[in-house]
C-alpha cells in the first residue's frame, strides 16, 4: 500500500529522520523495524552500541556542518563555511549522513503525522524507547514481537493511545523526565520566607498611550505558541532544562517579552540568506553593506569560537536586568516552592540589601518573583503559559481513564476477532477452490471485515490529529495565557525603568515635543535602543514610536490598542455548526445578525519614506489570500543581542495585512 511514514533515530537529543514512501503500516514497516531489534539481552546490547557508534558518526558530521568560520561571513561567495569538511558545500547534504533518505537536517524535532504521513516509528537511542506517533511508548528491549501492533488504538478524539491488555506490562514505558523530590532543606527555606502571594500586572497596568508594544509582541507570541503547541504537547515533560533546545525557548520567549528591547528585531525576509542550522542577515546599503550571522534557534549553529545557540549556558541568568531561574515540571509538588527559596537565596547571598526581579520559568508555566532590599519575598501563583491540554509523552494510563481505555480496548478485541474469522474464511475459500466444500461467504460479512480493516489499521482517523487537538483550543489558549505573556512584558519592562535615572520635565534642555519629534524620526534601531536607556521620560516617548528594526516602518498608537483590555472571548470551540451557517458562526464568535465578529487589534504602522499611516493587523507571512502586504514585506524574528551569537525563529514570518472585509 502507498502508505508514507517516518522511520526516526534519535541520538543525543537529535531527530534523523528518514521518509518512508510506501508500506508503512505496522505490520509492514512498523514489524521491519522491531524485528531488527535483538531479543537476547547479550545481542541486543551489541546491536545497540552498533547502532550508536553509526549515529556518533552522523552527530560529528552535524557538529562540524554547525561551526561556521569567521572567515566566511563577509566574503558573499557560496563555498565551504564549516569546520572538519574540505569538500562539503555550505549546505548539509543528506549524503554526509550516510543516508540518502534523510529527510532534512538533523534537529531536536521530529516529523509528525499529518495527512501526507500517515505513521511515525522513533528508535529512541538515547532512553531506549520505541514510539509510536509519538504517543504509544514501548521499552526498546522489551517489545512484544507479536502483539505490539495490536495494542495501538485510538481516541475518541482520533489521538493514538495504547491498549495495556495486548502488551505485559514490564514492556510499556514513557518519556517523562524523571526529577529528584525537592529537597527537604529548600521546603522549609520557603516556609520561613513567610512570602506573600501577589497578582500580577497585565496590559491595563500599561498607559493606553504605551498598549501596542505590549500586544505587538503578544501578538507575535501567539504565533510562536501555535507554531510549538504541537511539539511541546509531545516533548516538552521529556527534556532536560539544560539541553540546549529548552534553553534556547526560554530564551526566545524573554526576548519577545521584553517588547522592543535590543533582544528582539524584526528584519526583511528578503535580506536573508539560509544555510543550514544557520542564515546571513544582510545589514546595510552599497559599499557599507555587512552580513550578520544568525544561528537557527534551537539547532545549535554558531561561529566557531562561540557556544552554540544563543541562550546563556547555565540555568541562572540575568536578562534586561531580570533574575531568570530555567527548571522542569514547575508544576510538580514542591518544585515552586523550591525554586521560589533558591532565588530568594541568590538574592540575599549575591545582592544584599537591593531589590530584584525574578522569573522562574519552565515554557509551560511562569511564576514572577520580587525579593525586596530588607528580606521580603513576594511571588505570583504558577501561571500558564502555553496551555497543553495533553501531554503524549505520558504513559496512556496517566492520560485517560480506566473506563475509556476499558471502552477502546472492548472496541479493539471486537475488530480483531472479526479479522480472525475473516482469514479463516480465506481458508475456507482456498479449500472450496481447491474443490473443497467451505460455506458461504455473506454480505454482512464482507462489510464487518471491510469495517474491522479500516477500524483496525488505516489511520485515516489520526490524519492532523495532533493538529486538531491543537487548533481547537486556540482562541481559548489565547485567553488563558496572553495575561501570563503580559506579565512577563511588565516585569521587565518595569525592571528596565527602575534602572534608569527619574526625568523631570524642566530638566530638558528642549521641551518634550521637541524630543517626541526627534524619536520619531530615528531610523536606526541601534540609535533607537540606546535612547530608550537614556532615562523614563525617553523611554515612553520611545515607547509611543515603537522601531521594531531597521525596517523603516513605526508602529504608533491607534483607537484599538488604545482601547484594548484582553483578548477576545471565544464561544465554545465545540459548539457544533449545524442548521443556519451564519447562526452558527454568530453563535460561536459571540456575535449577532448585522455585528462583525471579533478581529485581532490592528496597529497603526507609519512608512519612514513617505510618512504615511495606516491601520493593520499583524498576520503571518506568505500565507492564502492575504498576499498585498505593506512593501510586499515579511519579517522574520531575531532574537538575542550579542552580535554573532543571535538566532532567528524559524519557520515564523509575520507581515502587517490590509484586515479581511
Same mark, same amino acid.
Given at each position: 500500500?502507498?502508505?508514507?511514514?517516518?522511520?526516526?533515530?534519535?541520538?543525543?537529543?537529535?531527530?534523523?529522520?528518514?521518509?518512508?514512501?510506501?508500506?508503512?503500516?505496522?505490520?509492514?514497516?512498523?514489524?521491519?523495524?522491531?524485528?531488527?531489534?535483538?531479543?537476547?539481552?547479550?545481542?541486543?546490547?551489541?546491536?545497540?552500541?552498533?547502532?550508536?557508534?553509526?549515529?556518533?558518526?552522523?552527530?560529528?558530521?552535524?557538529?562540524?556542518?554547525?561551526?561556521?568560520?569567521?572567515?566566511?561571513?563577509?566574503?558573499?561567495?557560496?563555498?565551504?563555511?564549516?569546520?572538519?569538511?574540505?569538500?562539503?558545500?555550505?549546505?548539509?547534504?543528506?549524503?554526509?549522513?550516510?543516508?540518502?533518505?534523510?529527510?532534512?537536517f538533523p534537529s531536536y524535532v521530529p516529523w509528525f503525522n499529518d495527512t501526507f504521513n500517515e505513521w511515525v516509528y522513533v528508535?529512541?537511542?538515547?532512553?531506549?524507547?520505541?514510539?509510536?506517533?509519538?504517543?504509544?511508548?514501548?521499552?526498546?528491549?522489551?517489545?512484544?514481537?507479536?502483539?505490539?501492533?495490536?495494542?495501538?488504538?485510538?481516541?475518541?478524539?482520533?489521538?493514538?493511545?495504547?491498549?495495556?491488555?495486548?502488551?505485559?506490562?514490564?514492556? *510499556?514505558?514513557?518519556? @517523562?523526565?524523571?526529577?529528584? %523530590?525537592?529537597? $527537604?532543606?529548600?521546603?522549609? /527555606? =520557603?516556609?520561613?520566607?513567610? #512570602?506573600?502571594?501577589?497578582?500580577?500586572?497585565?496590559?491595563?497596568?500599561?498607559?493606553?498611550?504605551?498598549?501596542?508594544?505590549?500586544?505587538?509582541?503578544?501578538?507575535?507570541?501567539?504565533?510562536?505558541?501555535?507554531?510549538?503547541?504541537?511539539?511541546?504537547?509531545?516533548?516538552?515533560?521529556?527534556?532536560?532544562?539544560?539541553?540546549?533546545?529548552?534553553?534556547?525557548?526560554?530564551?526566545?520567549?524573554?526576548?519577545?517579552?521584553?517588547?522592543?528591547?535590543?533582544?528582539?528585531?524584526?528584519?526583511?525576509?528578503?535580506?536573508?540568506?539560509?544555510?543550514e542550522g544557520h542564515a546571513f542577515l544582510s545589514k546595510g546599503v552599497e559599499t557599507e553593506a555587512t552580513t550578520e550571522f544568525?544561528?537557527?534557534?534551537? *539547532?545549535?549553529?554558531? @561561529?566557531?569560537?562561540?557556544? %552554540?545557540?544563543? $541562550?546563556?549556558?547555565?540555568? /541562572? =541568568?540575568?536578562?534586561?536586568? #531580570?533574575?531568570?531561574?530555567?527548571?522542569?515540571?514547575?508544576?510538580?509538588?514542591?518544585?515552586?516552592?523550591?525554586?521560589?527559596?533558591?532565588?530568594?537565596?541568590?538574592?540575599?547571598?549575591?545582592?544584599?540589601?537591593?531589590?530584584?526581579?525574578?522569573?522562574?520559568?519552565?515554557?509551560?508555566?511562569?511564576?514572577?518573583?520580587?525579593?525586596?532590599?530588607?528580606?521580603?519575598?513576594?511571588?505570583?501563583?504558577?501561571?500558564?503559559?502555553?496551555?497543553?491540554?495533553?501531554?503524549?509523552?505520558?504513559?496512556?494510563?496517566?492520560?485517560?481513564?480506566?473506563?475509556?481505555?476499558?471502552?477502546?480496548?472492548?472496541?479493539?478485541?471486537?475488530?480483531?476477532?472479526?479479522?480472525?474469522?475473516?482469514?479463516?474464511?480465506?481458508?475456507?475459500?482456498?479449500?472450496?477452490?481447491?474443490?473443497?466444500?467451505?460455506?458461504?461467504?455473506?454480505?454482512?460479512?464482507?462489510?464487518?471485515?471491510?469495517?474491522?480493516?479500516?477500524?483496525?489499521?488505516?489511520?485515516?482517523?489520526?490524519?492532523?490529529?495532533?493538529?486538531?487537538?491543537?487548533?481547537?483550543?486556540?482562541?481559548?489558549?489565547?485567553?488563558?495565557?496572553?495575561?501570563?505573556?503580559?506579565?512577563?512584558?511588565?516585569?521587565?519592562?518595569?525592571?528596565?525603568?527602575?534602572?534608569?535615572?527619574?526625568?523631570?520635565?524642566?530638566?530638558?534642555?528642549?521641551?518634550?515635543?521637541?524630543?517626541?519629534?526627534?524619536?520619531?524620526?530615528?531610523?536606526?534601531?541601534?540609535?533607537?535602543?540606546?535612547?530608550?536607556?537614556?532615562?523614563?521620560?525617553?523611554?515612553?516617548?520611545?515607547?509611543?514610536?515603537?522601531?521594531?528594526?531597521?525596517?523603516?516602518?513605526?508602529?504608533?498608537?491607534?483607537?484599538?490598542?488604545?482601547?484594548?483590555?484582553?483578548?477576545?472571548?471565544?464561544?465554545?470551540?465545540?459548539?457544533?455548526?449545524?442548521?443556519?451557517?451564519?447562526?452558527?458562526?454568530?453563535?460561536?464568535?459571540?456575535?449577532?445578525?448585522?455585528?462583525?465578529?471579533?478581529?485581532?487589534?490592528?496597529?497603526?504602522?507609519?512608512?519612514?519614506?513617505?510618512?504615511?499611516?495606516?491601520?493593520?493587523?499583524?498576520?503571518?507571512?506568505?500565507?492564502?489570500?492575504?498576499?498585498?502586504?505593506?512593501?510586499?514585506?515579511?519579517?522574520?524574528?531575531?532574537?538575542?543581542?550579542?552580535?554573532?551569537?543571535?538566532?532567528?525563529?524559524?519557520?515564523?514570518?509575520?507581515?502587517?495585512?490590509?484586515?479581511?472585509?
Amino acid at each position: 500500500m502507498c502508505t508514507r511514514g517516518y522511520s526516526i533515530i534519535r541520538y543525543r537529543g537529535r531527530y534523523y529522520c528518514f521518509y518512508i514512501g510506501t508500506d508503512s503500516m505496522p505490520d509492514d514497516l512498523g514489524t521491519r523495524i522491531v524485528n531488527e531489534i535483538p531479543e537476547d539481552p547479550q545481542a541486543y546490547q551489541a546491536w545497540l552500541a552498533t547502532k550508536r557508534a553509526k549515529a556518533a558518526k552522523w552527530d560529528k558530521a552535524v557538529q562540524d556542518s554547525l561551526k561556521v568560520k569567521r572567515d566566511y561571513i563577509n566574503n558573499g561567495e557560496d563555498e565551504d563555511c564549516s569546520q572538519g569538511s574540505e569538500i562539503s558545500s555550505n549546505k548539509f547534504s543528506p549524503w554526509q549522513l550516510h543516508g540518502p533518505d534523510v529527510d532534512r537536517f538533523p534537529s531536536y524535532v521530529p516529523w509528525f503525522n499529518d495527512t501526507f504521513n500517515e505513521w511515525v516509528y522513533v528508535v529512541d537511542l538515547d532512553r531506549e524507547v520505541f514510539t509510536v506517533d509519538h504517543a504509544v511508548h514501548f521499552k526498546l528491549d522489551k517489545i512484544p514481537r507479536h502483539d505490539w501492533a495490536n495494542a495501538l488504538g485510538f481516541s475518541d478524539s482520533g489521538e493514538r493511545i495504547l491498549l495495556p491488555c495486548f502488551v505485559p506490562e514490564e514492556s *510499556i514505558t514513557d518519556l @517523562l523526565l524523571r526529577l529528584d %523530590p525537592p529537597a $527537604a532543606e529548600n521546603l522549609r /527555606m =520557603y516556609t520561613d520566607l513567610n #512570602a506573600k502571594m501577589v497578582t500580577a500586572k497585565d496590559i491595563n497596568d500599561f498607559p493606553p498611550s504605551l498598549r501596542h508594544g505590549p500586544i505587538l509582541y503578544a501578538r507575535i507570541f501567539q504565533m510562536y505558541q501555535r507554531q510549538q503547541k504541537l511539539v511541546l504537547s509531545h516533548l516538552l515533560l521529556g527534556w532536560e532544562p539544560s539541553e540546549l533546545h529548552f534553553r534556547e525557548m526560554v530564551y526566545a520567549i524573554l526576548c519577545l517579552a521584553s517588547a522592543g528591547s535590543s533582544a528582539v528585531e524584526l528584519v526583511y525576509s528578503q535580506n536573508l540568506r539560509e544555510g543550514e542550522g544557520h542564515a546571513f542577515l544582510s545589514k546595510g546599503v552599497e559599499t557599507e553593506a555587512t552580513t550578520e550571522f544568525l544561528a537557527h534557534l534551537g *539547532i545549535g549553529g554558531h @561561529l566557531e569560537g562561540n557556544e %552554540p545557540g544563543s $541562550a546563556p549556558e547555565g540555568l /541562572m =541568568y540575568w536578562f534586561q536586568g #531580570a533574575l531568570v531561574l530555567v527548571t522542569a515540571h514547575l508544576n510538580h509538588p514542591g518544585v515552586l516552592e523550591e525554586s521560589v527559596a533558591q532565588v530568594a537565596s541568590y538574592c540575599r547571598a549575591k545582592h544584599p540589601g537591593k531589590s530584584v526581579n525574578a522569573i522562574v520559568i519552565s515554557i509551560e508555566h511562569v511564576v514572577l518573583v520580587r525579593v525586596y532590599a530588607d528580606g521580603r519575598v513576594d511571588h505570583t501563583r504558577m501561571m500558564s503559559l502555553f496551555a497543553l491540554q495533553t501531554h503524549y509523552s505520558k504513559d496512556t494510563r496517566e492520560r485517560y481513564s480506566p473506563l475509556a481505555i476499558e471502552e477502546k480496548e472492548r472496541e479493539a478485541k471486537e475488530s480483531l476477532a472479526i479479522l480472525e474469522a475473516k482469514t479463516r474464511r480465506q481458508k475456507v475459500r482456498k479449500m472450496r477452490q481447491q474443490g473443497i466444500d467451505g460455506g458461504e461467504e455473506s454480505d454482512e460479512h464482507r462489510s464487518r471485515d471491510d469495517k474491522a480493516i479500516l477500524d483496525r489499521y488505516h489511520p485515516a482517523s489520526i490524519f492532523n490529529s495532533a493538529n486538531n487537538a491543537v487548533d481547537r483550543y486556540l482562541g481559548r489558549d489565547m485567553v488563558a495565557t496572553e495575561p501570563t505573556f503580559m506579565a512577563l512584558v511588565s516585569l521587565l519592562d518595569a525592571t528596565a525603568r527602575q534602572r534608569l535615572p527619574k526625568s523631570n520635565p524642566v530638566e530638558g534642555r528642549l521641551p518634550t515635543e521637541i524630543y517626541r519629534s526627534m524619536i520619531a524620526n530615528i531610523v536606526d534601531f541601534e540609535t533607537y535602543c540606546a535612547c530608550k536607556m537614556v532615562s523614563r521620560n525617553f523611554r515612553d516617548l520611545c515607547q509611543e514610536n515603537l522601531r521594531i528594526g531597521n525596517n523603516a516602518v513605526t508602529v504608533i498608537p491607534n483607537p484599538d490598542t488604545r482601547s484594548y483590555t484582553h483578548a477576545p472571548e471565544p464561544i465554545d470551540d465545540d459548539t457544533p455548526i449545524d442548521g443556519d451557517i451564519n447562526t452558527s458562526i454568530r453563535q460561536r464568535f459571540g456575535t449577532r445578525r448585522g455585528e462583525r465578529p471579533s478581529q485581532p487589534p490592528t496597529f497603526r504602522v507609519v512608512q519612514d519614506s513617505t510618512g504615511l499611516s495606516q491601520d493593520f493587523p499583524l498576520g503571518a507571512g506568505r500565507t492564502g489570500s492575504w498576499q498585498h502586504v505593506i512593501d510586499e514585506a515579511t519579517w522574520q524574528i531575531i532574537v538575542g543581542s550579542e552580535p554573532g551569537r543571535r538566532s532567528m525563529i524559524c519557520g515564523l514570518e509575520v507581515a502587517f495585512r490590509p484586515a479581511p472585509r
